[in-house]
């Protein structure tokens, strides 16, 4: 293998990468920025099984549904929108 002035080789291609063959799939979903500024947000994420579509779940914790009952004047607040009924459901 040729060699460089420094004595490093010339590739540095590695026979036991074990990265994942880059897809079209991959690139359809893939956050584009050029700089620093964001082109194009990421509209997926890889996960264990490929590319999955959507937001990954937070912290490895997908929400779950609940039903519950709340006060009439507690719901009234969360409806209109206020920041403090909002934040005290999620």
């Given amino acids: 293998m040729p060699e460089?002035?420094?004595g490093s080789p010339a590739t540095l291609l590695d026979s036991n990468d074990d990265a994942p063959e880059l897809t079209d799939e991959m690139f359809e979903i893939a956050e584009f920025s050029?700089?620093?500024?964001?082109?194009r947000p990421a509209t997926g994420?890889?996960?264990p099984n490929g590319v999955v579509k959507g937001r990954p779940p937070f912290r490895?914790?997908?929400k779950q549904q609940a039903t519950l009952r709340l006060d009439p004047d507690v719901l009234a607040e969360f409806r209109e929108g206020r920041p403090?009924?909002?934040g005290r459901l999620t």
Avoid at 34 to 39: A, D, E, H, M, Q
Wanted: aromatic content about 6%; overall charge positive; charged content about 15%.
């Fill in 4 to 6: 460089n002035a420094n």
């Fill in 60 to 62: 490895d914790r997908a």
């Fill in 34 to 39: 050029i700089g620093g500024p964001v082109i």
């Fill in 45 to 47: 994420y890889l996960g």
């Fill in 84 to 86: 403090a009924g909002r």
